[in-house]
């Protein structure tokens, strides 16, 4: 197989795995390069591939599981670092995130993508971003290698529970393959290579799990290892796999997810605050925040000049950056009016309905309540905001 054919079979079975925040977005120029925005604002172009897609599990949904009909083929260490070179000296690629299938053994496999990386940073000169997948089962001695090596390192845990994970993973151990290695790397990281980060992966409804056990040992994940970024990716039905009758999760899970992720790792949200439905999971039309907010308007109007990061932090249409800004602009005055506050259109009609400026409400157009409640799948007029806060 020419190594065209390769970037085609191994690009493509790498999308599977989700790397740095935002959309990861295919580029014009190929489909196996792949735009990113990386917590920093800095955006990349990152070549995203497997080292090999022959693996020896057979995970229900997965593209690559033992068994299945599709073409197998590897790179050697040597070739995919050259091609990866040839992409970076020709500045079509910035940054490497490199997987693998798990051939022969998780180390053996490990020992690979580890020796394509060394000689880009040692024969080729490369000092540039690298994400690296650990793999279920690795060793301590390749998850330490990996760690010296990459910017980042990831271990997907794929599910929230050893019960779920035997739903979709039976040939993997919860604690003994995946948990084990993770906290490896948590505890190898901080030892030796501080600034690199650590992130997780879920698939996301293939196993009947609810949101709620996946934002719970999401929360532990931030809590206890300080992951950078826990990711979910929508279960998407394979041909040829046991779950290929499964229905599609649909993509607003995955988004609510995202934004509830995100209360738990910026917000000081705990998990058992969220509005979860009967079955566990996260209203799918309404945003987790804005949810929450209409279950206590005990909390609600907010006084924006006096109230502490905290407090703003609660307030639905204001984020921690908001925050901070309003932190500053307060220090340089009263604010007065929406306009003081410095923030967006659209979040400024979100904010409007919860906040109080000097004892007062804003004027509220009929026009901020309708979006404040878009989707809220409740009457705007059950929420009672009260003039000024409760004593
Ligand atoms: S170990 Fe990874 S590559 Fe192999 S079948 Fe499971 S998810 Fe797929």
Same mark, same amino acid.
């Given at each position: ?29 190929? @489909? ?8 920093? /604002? ?24 033992? /068994? ?43 020992? @690979? ?18 994400? #690296? ?87 532990? #994940? ?45 917000? /000081?949200? #705990? ?21 929450w907010a209409l279950a206590h308007p005990e909390r609600f109007p907010i ?8 407090? #703003? ?15 500053? @602009? ?62």
């Open positions: 197989m020419d190594t065209l054919a390769k970037i085609e079979l191994l690009g493509e079975a790498a999308r599977y795995d989700l790397c740095d925040p935002c959309s990861i977005r295919p580029t014009e120029i190929t @489909r196996w390069l792949h735009s990113v925005t990386q917590a920093n /604002g800095h955006h990349m172009t990152l070549f995203k591939v497997l080292q090999t897609n022959i693996c020896e599990k057979d995970c229900a949904y997965c593209v690559n599981r033992s /068994g299945r009909d599709t073409p197998r083929t590897s790179f050697s260490p040597e070739e995919l670092a050259r091609l990866f070179d040839t992409l970076y000296r020709r500045r079509l690629a910035e940054g490497l995130f490199l997987s693998s299938g798990i051939c022969k053994n998780p180390d053996f496999a490990m020992e @690979r993508m580890i020796a394509t990386v060394e000689i880009l940073r040692q024969r080729y000169g490369f000092e540039g971003y690298v994400h #690296l997948k650990i793999l279920p089962g690795a060793s301590e001695a390749a998850i330490e290698k990996a760690i010296l090596l990459a910017q980042r390192v990831s271990l997907n845990l794929e599910a929230p529970s050893s019960k779920r994970l035997a739903l979709l993973a039976p040939s993997k151990a919860f604690h003994k393959d995946l948990l084990t290695p993770l906290l490896t790397a948590n505890r190898l990281r901080y030892r030796l290579a501080p600034k690199v980060s650590l992130t997780s992966q879920f698939v996301v409804g293939a196993a009947e799990e609810s949101d709620q056990e996946l934002l719970q040992t999401s929360a532990w #994940l931030y809590r206890q290892l300080r992951l950078a970024r826990v990711y979910y990716s929508a279960f998407q039905p394979i041909p040829d796999t046991p779950l290929e009758g499964h229905p599609p999760t649909p993509l607003q899970r995955e988004r609510r997810l995202y934004q509830a992720s995100f209360l738990l790792r910026d917000y /000081g949200f #705990l998990p058992e605050e969220l509005v979860f439905d009967e079955k566990g999971n996260l209203p799918l039309l309404q945003d987790p925040k804005l949810a006084e924006v000049n006096t109230a502490s990061l905290e407090e #703003l932090l609660r307030i639905p249409g204001i984020g921690p950056k908001a925050a901070q800004k309003i932190i500053r @602009r307060r220090r340089q005055g009263t604010l007065r009016s929406l306009d003081h506050l410095g923030l967006a259109p659209a979040s400024l009609q979100r904010v409007a309905p919860f906040i109080l400026l000097t004892g007062k409400r804003p004027p509220l157009q009929l026009s901020l309540w309708k979006t404040a409640f878009l989707n809220a799948s409740m009457n705007p007029s059950a929420f009672y905001v009260p003039a000024t806060r409760p004593a």
